[in-house]
């Protein structure tokens, strides 16, 4: 499968001279499966530009919100396959209270948004995710609720030998170190196990998480805990705060990678995950 | 650093619900616990751990009926309460929260009175989850 990063940025978009190495943003990731179908993860700012590239659309498009945070779907309204009659777009979501159309139509209505749901040309298809697993083309996706505020989902996909898990909101050790817990208890981990990439919130340094535990992020200190837990063969560290600008994450990067490489691990498996950036998995 | 699995298994892990409630019980003085639908102890924190007399590190899970046979008597109006009527299986079967006093003895200790409560956790879909148990000592609170 092929993996392209649309934006990488949390929070809230954070365009400008000192970010643009990075991307400013919100998390969208483009995943093209074997049999070629797309799977687009999160529709944060990124989706925009992921829009503008699927034209004409390759078929059947499947959208999967981790969450319903504003970064997270605030790209929507300006994704130009919802407004193709030809294009059929289902977006997945957590399961909620009340239904996901609904809570998507309290962006995508007025006063908020000159476009009604229910007035997209596509007519898209909201659903709340119908299980723990199930197919989408070739792929089996896998769906389990994780620690962050309010529903919101992990995601691993399976096409063939290869897996990605995505898990751009997520702090595993809101309570207690990782250190000393057994995987079972570690929120994520049955997703992201011996993935061939991982995608894992990396919003805070060390320092800042002091002012920021229990707001759902995750720190660089717990972010490579859980990525050597995982055993994920490559891992991206995501969701780069606002404040963060490139030379602040390349530092961030070096310090990843040298303790990275203190903990034994392979030269290249971690990296800042960069708008734009492709792999193939 | 986990072994190696294959990649189209489904993950094996607990409940974010379970999850939560660990990381919560973890942090409190009050002895608690977490039983899960298959009636396993899942998880004890260090306050109960010390009324027990041993730490879940040392134990790890049991079924409830290890639990049971480890907290000794208990009783409520002077009878035994037997293990369908422990607070977390009628939490279970009736998916409501339950209150009881209970009058409690471990291995050699004095009896205490605790007020025991389960709490069942409901997630989505109305999915049964597990159950938490809380102990406040009485008469320790009366003192």
Redesign the interface.
């Known amino acids: 499968m092929r993996v392209r990063l649309w934006g990488t940025r949390g929070s809230v978009p954070a365009p400008g001279a000192g970010t643009a190495r990075y991307g400013g943003n919100t998390s969208c990731v483009q995943v093209t499966l074997s049999d070629g179908t797309t799977i687009v993860l999160d529709a944060g700012t990124g989706i925009r530009a992921l829009g503008l590239a699927l034209d004409p659309p390759p078929g059947p498009i499947h959208i999967l919100l981790t969450h319903l945070h504003l970064d997270h779907i605030q790209g929507l309204l300006f994704f130009t396959p919802l407004f193709n009659p030809g294009c059929e777009v289902t977006v997945w979501g957590p399961?909620t209270a009340g239904s996901l159309e609904r809570l998507i139509g309290r962006y995508l209505s007025a006063p908020l948004s000159p476009v009604e749901v229910r007035e997209l040309p596509s007519g898209p298809a909201f659903l709340a995710c119908p299980g723990?697993?199930w197919q989408i083309g070739q792929a089996?996706v896998?769906a389990?609720?994780?620690?962050h505020r309010g529903?919101t989902l992990g995601y691993?996909i399976?096409d063939g030998?290869?897996?990605l898990c995505y898990l751009p909101d997520h702090e595993p050790a809101?309570?207690?170190s990782l250190d000393h817990v057994e995987?079972?208890?570690?929120?994520g981990?049955?997703?992201a196990?011996?993935?061939?990439l991982l995608i894992h919130d990396c919003q805070y340094t060390d320092q800042e998480y002091a002012m920021h535990r229990g707001w759902g992020h995750s720190r660089l200190s717990d972010a490579l805990d859980f990525a050597?837990?995982?055993?994920a063969k490559r891992t991206l560290f995501f969701h780069h705060d606002p404040l963060h600008t490139d030379a602040l994450l390349d530092e961030l990067g070096e310090q990843a990678a040298d303790r990275w490489r203190e903990r034994g691990g392979g030269e290249g498996a971690i990296a800042m995950a960069m708008e734009g950036g492709e792999l193939q998995i | 650093m986990v072994s190696v699995t294959d990649p189209h298994s489904a993950p094996t892990q607990q409940s974010l619900q379970l999850i939560l409630a660990r990381n919560l019980l973890s942090t409190l003085s009050s002895p608690a616990f977490i039983v899960d639908p298959d009636q396993i102890v899942v998880f004890y924190n260090d306050a109960a751990g010390n009324s027990l007399g041993i730490a879940y590190e040392e134990t790890g899970k049991m079924p409830v009926t290890e639990w049971r046979a480890r907290m000794g008597s208990i009783e409520a109006n002077g009878n035994p309460i037997v293990e369908a009527e422990l607070p977390t299986a009628v939490a279970q079967r009736e998916r409501r929260p339950v209150h009881t006093t209970a009058t409690v003895r471990i291995g050699q200790e004095d009896e205490r009175v605790l007020e025991m409560l389960a709490l069942p956790l409901i997630g989505p879909n109305d999915t049964y989850e597990g159950a938490v148990g809380i102990f406040w000592p009485r008469d320790a609170e009366l003192e």
């Open positions: 399961p723990p697993e089996q896998h389990r609720l994780v620690l529903p691993r399976v030998e290869s897996s809101l309570a207690e995987d079972e208890w570690i929120s981990l049955g997703l196990r011996d993935a061939s050597t837990r995982s055993g």
